[in-house]
């Protein structure tokens, strides 16, 4: 948008003014962020108006995007740099003695969801307007987010996140738009006279939806499409029926607060209840919406497609199935013919205990039509394939098994795509997780690799490599990544490398500066800056960096010579409230790093540091300063990771095992440009099949392994109680789930092929800028228009009013 310094002062000065009647001058940094953030969704709203009206007049279909999860980071800074306007604005603040970087600050970063998954879901909104694709995002507007994270001793302690504390500028309560959903009751059918069997409810819980809408801005293109996030209300003429606060918790309780798992879920109704909630309100507003084409229902799959974000939301099948039964009137067959057309499904895990299953009694209580419909689908599904597949592959497919809904099932059987999210992954699915599906449907079985946005990963979080890149290749290539590829010309350019080298280590002061302010550590920028942050989860195996780092103290106390390069190991990571072997990770680790942070002997050799509250915005802080990104999973365990793209975009070496997608990284930038150890897939499935594996023989064989299991538990890291044994019982005693003492041995050589390679600079940061030219192809713009054209069939709507047209690139 076109905007002078000038008018951006003045508009700024008013709307402080009109919100605080007093001059800016005097405002406090939230009061100057609200009127800067008012500001900038006032400018957005007439892109928002025109968006949504032009795909009603062009009858665009329209993709509804479910999920649970959002984690859209902070939005001050996308929304005015997505608009054109940050150069403006951030002028106009200096103007007037303020700073952008300070004001951006003051939002609460929204924690909307637990990690990959939501954060998967935030890139895809913002992709989806960049490409000018008609999309939506459809949740929860949690009261509370995931917990903050704080450490006292070392342990993990939760805090609730008040994120609307300070109000959410950027949402808008849209009264016009609720919609109601109800819970429980009793529920038969009775013939109308239409002859129709309608389904007649009596006292259901009646639970007020209200959509509060945000705009999700494109990149230089006027497209602003919407993420409707719903709240749960007592319906207003019901008020007089709860007479004390404390009878409505269990309406309000139902938005309150994201579970704060994402790979294991605890049988728990409220759960089961924020999802059809968010499930049913949803549906209810698409089919709304819909009328506003004034096309006949069978067309619904030609206008609407909804697409189910892992298992979370796949009630919107048997809801859909209710409302255009019991509401259209439609026979079942026209509404499963319009339903499982609809949808499509993205599988986002192979952790058993992550799939998602609810107890039948459960369902039927909570949500009595809806499990009527459910046992329908089944039904009609066990008899269809029966005779196709005989007993034993239609049993094992089955929604309703011993005494379960099992939802993936019920995503696969009433969606007509299913998808997972790197190659292996996908894979994985077809061999193993899903095989019977894979035999029956192999037609609805494809790859998406997942992606991240450029934009908020190197545009906005790493300027200076930013301005680099355009100063060497060009901009084109903030509008189509696939132009990086460019800079692979300059890997024997001295000057290129001399001044990537400099951006880097510019970089890492900055994360120096801010190690220091928030953990009291001195760390030398000139050290190794090795980063592991994630969900902890014994899968992605923060112990076994925790067994290096131990490793390499150990080795430095009983020989001070030896040659290593200074390292600095940087986490992050929330554990699950419940999960104690997680929150046992945790305090290790904090134990570890007091240990050797504080020991004369070590110096700058090795420093440890956990940063508290892992979230969007610190990861923004650290990857431009990373120079080795940790994915060390168990092969086969990691669907895909997402961390691995952000840290090679922004020139990190990866250290991995060949696992998710860090199989399509090695691809693309070469084996020699990366450090990859450990078993492969194949291998950790022949290992844990035949039942060789012994942890235990390991250990008493392997001087290595025993001297640092053995520090775990003879005294060596103080102030533990018992978490030290705990993790060797689990790796010894408990044989070692995860494989870590497997791996050790590769893993503590690739670290000492990262230090050989440090040592030549040059070398290490041409590789460096063959990971950044290499990047592109993990781009979400690529991942959501193969998702756009494979599975959805929508296109960039309004080619008429395109700035930005669709890249006629080759697509990775
Ligand atoms: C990218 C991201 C993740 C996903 O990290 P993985 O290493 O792929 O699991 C999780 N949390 C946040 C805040 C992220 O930005």
């Known amino acids: 948008m076109k905007l002078s310094v000038k008018e951006f002062v003045k508009d700024f000065k008013n709307q402080f003014q009109s919100m605080y009647a007093y001059p800016y001058e005097e405002g406090s940094t939230e009061q100057l962020y609200n009127a800067l953030g008012l500001l900038i969704k006032n400018y957005v709203s007439s892109n928002w108006k025109d968006t949504r009206e032009s795909y009603i007049k062009q009858s665009a279909k329209q993709v509804y995007y479910f999920s649970m999860e959002f984690l859209p980071g902070r939005q001050l800074k996308s929304n005015t740099y997505n608009l054109g306007l940050l150069e403006t604005v951030s002028k106009g603040l200096d103007q007037l003695g303020l700073s952008l970087d300070e004001l951006a600050e003051a939002e609460a970063d929204p924690a909307l969801g637990n990690g990959g998954l939501g954060r998967l879901a935030s890139c895809f909104m913002d992709s989806l307007a960049s490409m000018a694709i008609p999309g939506n995002g459809n949740g929860i507007r949690y009261q509370y987010g995931l917990f903050r994270q704080k450490f006292v001793d070392g342990y993990q302690v939760e805090l609730p996140e008040n994120w609307l504390r300070y109000r959410n500028v950027w949402e808008t309560r849209n009264d016009k738009s609720t919609c109601m959903v109800r819970f429980g009751g009793n529920v038969w059918l009775e013939e109308n006279e239409q002859g129709h069997l309608e389904p007649k409810y009596e ?464 691809d693309y930038v070469g084996e020699e440009n990366m450090f990859i150890f450990g078993l492969t897939s194949d291998e950790v499935y022949e290992v844990r099949g035949n039942g060789s594996y012994n942890a235990r023989e390991l250990y008493q064989s392997n001087s290595t392994v025993k001297r640092v299991l053995d520090a775990l538990i003879n005294g060596t890291i103080l102030n533990l109680e018992g978490e030290g044994d705990a993790l060797f019982d689990s790796l010894v005693n408990y044989n070692d789930e995860y494989l870590v003492l497997k791996d050790f041995e590769s893993y503590i050589q690739a670290h000492e092929a990262i230090d050989a390679l440090y040592k030549d600079q040059k070398e290490w940061t041409r590789k460096s800028l063959l990971n950044i030219a290499s990047s592109a192809p993990f781009s979400a713009d690529y991942t959501i228009s193969r998702y756009a054209e494979d599975i959805w069939k929508v296109k960039p709507c309004c080619p008429g009013k395109l700035k930005v047209q669709p890249r006629n690139e080759p697509m990775y």
């Open 203 to 666: 006292n259901t819980l009646n639970v007020l939806a209200v959509p509060y809408d945000t705009p999700m801005v494109g990149y230089k293109n006027e497209r602003v499409n919407n993420l409707r996030l719903w709240s749960a209300e007592i319906p207003v003429e019901e008020e007089s029926n709860y007479l004390t606060i404390d009878a409505t918790d269990p309406i309000k309780e139902i938005t309150e607060a994201l579970y704060p798992d994402d790979s294991n879920y605890e049988g728990r109704l409220l759960r089961l209840k924020q999802e059809y909630f968010m499930v049913s309100a949803g549906v209810q507003s698409i089919l709304r919406h819909y009328r506003k084409y004034n096309m006949p229902r069978k067309n619904i799959p030609d206008k609407v497609a909804i697409h189910i974000n892992d298992t979370h939301p796949a009630l919107v099948i048997p809801e859909m199935m209710r409302i255009l039964i019991d509401e259209e009137h439609l026979s079942w067959d026209q509404a499963w013919e319009i339903t499982f057309k609809t949808c499509s499904y993205t599988n986002h895990t192979i952790l058993r205990e992550a799939l998602e299953k609810w107890p039948i009694d459960m369902m039927k209580e909570l949500l009595p039509r809806i499990y009527m419909i459910i046992e329908e689908i089944n039904n009609r599904y066990v008899e269809h394939m029966l005779p196709l597949y005989g007993e034993r592959i239609t049993w094992q497919t089955a929604i309703l098994q011993n005494g379960v809904v099992n939802m993936a099932h019920l995503a696969v059987i009433g969606s007509h795509s299913v998808n997972g999210v790197a190659q292996l992954h996908t894979d994985i699915l077809m061999n193993d997780v899903l095989k019977d599906f894979f035999e029956i449907y192999p037609e609805r079985f494809n790859n998406k690799t997942n992606g991240i946005t450029q934009r908020r990963w190197m545009h906005l979080a790493n300027p200076d490599l930013t301005q680099l890149l355009d100063d060497k290749i060009g901009k084109a290539w903030k509008s189509n990544p696939a132009e990086l590829k460019v800079f692979k010309g300059y890997e024997k350019d001295k000057q290129t490398i001399k001044e990537l080298a400099e951006v880097k280590l510019n970089n890492k002061k900055k994360l120096a500066a801010h190690i220091e302010k928030v953990k009291g550590i001195t760390v030398d920028p000139n050290a190794i800056f090795d980063v592991q942050i994630k969900r902890l989860h014994a899968y992605k195996r923060q112990h076994m960096n925790l067994l290096h780092i131990l490793h390499r103290y150990l080795e430095i106390k009983q020989n001070p010579s030896v040659d290593y390069v200074p390292r600095v190991f940087i986490f992050g990571a929330k554990a699950a409230p419940s999960y104690v072997y997680a929150k046992q990770i945790i305090k290790v680790i904090n134990a570890v790093g007091d240990l050797v942070n504080n020991d004369p002997d070590i110096g700058n050799k090795l420093k440890v540091v956990f940063f508290e509250n892992y979230g969007v915005s610190l990861a923004e802080k650290i990857i431009p300063a990373t120079d080795v990104s940790e994915q060390i999973s168990l092969a086969s365990m990691e669907a895909s990771g997402t961390s691995n793209m952000k840290f090679m975009a922004n020139g990190a070496l990866t250290l991995a095992t060949l696992d998710g997608a860090n199989i399509e990284i090695r």
